[in-house]
């Protein structure tokens, strides 16, 4: 796999809430980024029906049109009660009908769904959130790391900070749900400190590791 040092790196992502948790992670390693938005180009259509597929096909399309590395991350929240759905779908449940997105629809439909289970205890309510990044680079080669964070759904929803199902999703061991949380506090991790919080900063601590010279 070829150094990332001293490359512009684009970040294959239209959402705002992942842009800016990738800015604040890679913030301390000096590497030039631009999004795939700042390029103009176009959200390629998610056909996988895997975290790393979907990844992949951002990755790619980025680093294709870009002649440049980039980076995706493809995301989701996996729910045990719900035979782990949404899971790669997490984004089309708040999709709606005119193609906008309303998260609390897509939080009230999980609630619903766990409500008909019959699953009220923290321990009937049991999920993750994964995060795969891949980094692939213009002529296919690519890379993935992968990482979660543990944890189970609460309701009604808590805190305005963060973005997506964050307000739903309370941390294993903690009293704040990521919506409540700050950035600094969700990601939990900073290079050189011992393990990242959030899905997004253990698939990110891994590939600082493997392709920054992170600690
Ligand atoms: P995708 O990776 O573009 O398919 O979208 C993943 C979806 O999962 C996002 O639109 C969010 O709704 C949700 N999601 C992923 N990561 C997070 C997070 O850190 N907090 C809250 N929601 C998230």
């Known amino acids: 796999m070829r150094d990332l040092n001293g490359q512009t790196l684009v970040v294959a992502s ?10 604040d992670l890679l913030a301390p390693f000096g590497i030039e980024t631009k999004s795939a938005k700042e390029f103009g180009l176009p ?17 790619f399309a980025a680093a294709q049109a ?7 991350d493809d995301s989701g929240l996996v729910v045990d009660a719900l035979d782990g759905q949404p899971g790669v779908y997490t984004a089309n449940w708040a999709e709606k009908p005119d193609g906008t997105r309303d998260f609390m629809m897509a939080m009230e439909k999980t609630e619903k769904l ?5 699953a009220t205890e923290p321990g009937q309510r049991a999920g993750r959130f994964v ?13 993935y ?21 964050d307000p739903v999703f309370l941390p294993l061991g903690h009293v704040r749900t ?12 900073k290079p050189g400190q011992a393990e990242a919080l959030s899905h997004r900063a253990r698939a990110f601590q891994k590939l600082a590791r493997a392709r920054l010279g992170s600690a």
Request: glycine share 14%.
């Open 14 to 23: 239209h959402n705002s809430g992942k842009l800016r948790e990738f800015a």
């Open 145 to 165: 790391f992968r990482g979660a964070a543990e944890g189970h759904l609460v309701w009604p929803p808590r805190g305005e900070k963060g973005f997506g199902y």
């Open 131 to 143: 995060a795969v990044i891949c980094l692939a680079w213009p002529d296919g080669e690519a890379e």
């Open 114 to 118: 766990l409500q008909e289970k019959g």
């Open 43 to 59: 959200e390629p259509e998610e056909t996988g029906t895997t975290f790393e597929q979907n990844a992949y096909i951002k990755a």
């Open 178 to 189: 990521f919506g409540e949380m700050s950035a600094e506090e969700k990601h939990g991790w």
């Open 66 to 72: 870009t002649g440049l590395p980039a980076m995706s």
